[in-house]
């Protein structure tokens, strides 16, 4: 089974800065990457697909890149409403795994 | 809107079945994939099934493989989940997702997911 690394597990940042949350893929995934954000006590929704497809309605401040085994996803200027755990996960075969989540918090 | 409601959580002791149900609406449901993907308390997630569009290709993790059956009712837009031989491992918040194509290749992502039904298996 494909392992996804993400660091940190957490962070704390203050709104405006930028924030790169990694993921690290134990083999080559190619671009089969996909980042979610969940809030406390809700459904996780999707972010990006595709290693750097910004799904409509998703704020322009985030974005995602890489391919084969190491994926960023930034947070270009935080803001309050993205504190947030942050998950990755691949699909380049069976079975389709996460990364344990990044945990995000304003300061 | 597309909308996934699911149901079926609760109480059940170990060793013991439950069947969960995942009510699509607002989309074509015969033409795409669908998953589960649960949450234990506190924890990340995990994919535990899929099926194709049709239903005659079903995927399952490990730790549910032989205990747990994905189905799907195209003529009442249902998603199903069949949970036999329930362990205490298997407590969490079980999640219906909508997958982007018929078929489970390529790059699958969930979007969206339902509200979550919570199963709870303990003595």
């Known amino acids: 089974d494909i392992q996804m690394t993400q660091s940190p597990s957490s962070l704390s940042a203050s709104v405006g800065d930028r924030v790169t949350i990694t993921c690290r893929a134990s083999q080559s995934i190619s671009w089969y990457l996909n980042w979610y954000q969940q809030k406390p006590g809700k459904a996780p929704k999707l972010l990006i697909s595709?290693?750097?497809s910004l799904q409509s309605g998703v704020p322009s401040r985030f974005s995602g890149s890489g391919s084969g085994t190491d994926f960023t996803l930034t947070i270009s200027s935080l803001q309050p409403e993205d504190s947030a755990t942050y998950f990755c996960q691949h699909s380049y075969n069976i079975p389709l795994t996460f990364g344990g989540g990044t945990k995000v918090e304003i300061k | 809107e597309v909308q996934l409601l699911e149901s079926g959580g609760g109480l059940v002791q170990p060793g013991g079945s439950l069947r969960l149900s995942c009510a699509a609406s607002?989309?074509?449901?015969?033409?795409?994939?669908m998953s589960w993907v649960r949450q234990a308390p506190g924890k990340g997630l995990e994919w535990v099934s899929a099926i194709s569009d049709t239903g005659s290709s079903t995927y399952y993790a490990d730790s549910v493989k032989g205990r747990f059956t994905i189905s799907r009712d195209n003529s009442e837009n249902t998603l199903y989940l069949q949970m036999n031989s329930l362990r205490v491992e298997d407590t969490a918040v079980y999640y219906c997702?909508?997958?982007?194509?018929?078929?489970?290749?390529?790059?699958?992502?969930?979007?969206?997911w339902g509200q979550g039904t919570l199963v709870t298996v303990s003595s």
């Open positions: 607002g989309f074509t449901f015969t033409s795409y994939a």
């Open positions: 595709g290693a750097s």
């Open positions: 997702a909508k997958d982007p194509s018929p078929g489970v290749r390529g790059n699958v992502w969930f979007d969206p």
